[in-house]
């Protein structure tokens, strides 16, 4: 039985992955005439990440803001500096540092946020 259950939860998962990256497809899109809707979009992933427990995917981990949830797009509303073997977004909307650990760190202790 655990294991029907088990093969469910892989399967909704690799849906939930699936919308995931669709919206924030969709986001992008948006984000040229409407911003509200663009942040509209990554809100609804975000909901859906959480939902279903998957992980955010790495290549989309930077473009929203981890705090108000905003779309990120640079030199537009986000600013992006390179630290010692960090990169640091700034959101220009809610004024909050997110914190991404370099490729080629070399302290494996670290972990991405
Ligand atoms: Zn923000």
Do not use: W
Request: charged letters at 35%.
């Amino acid at each position: 039985m655990k294991r029907i259950f088990h093969r469910i939860r892989e399967k909704n998962k690799a849906i939930a992955r699936e919308r995931i990256t669709k919206l924030f497809a969709m986001a992008e899109e948006a984000y040229k005439e409407n911003h509200e809707l663009a942040n509209r979009y990554v809100s609804l992933a975000r909901k859906i990440q959480m939902k279903y427990r998957t992980r955010m995917p790495a290549e989309l981990r930077k473009k929203f803001c981890k705090h108000c949830l905003h779309f990120l797009v640079p030199s537009k509303n986000c600013r992006v500096r390179l630290q010692k073997d960090h990169i640091v977004y700034y959101c220009l909307d809610c004024k909050k540092f997110t914190r991404f650990v370099h490729k080629g760190s070399k302290n494996p202790k670290k972990k991405a946020n």
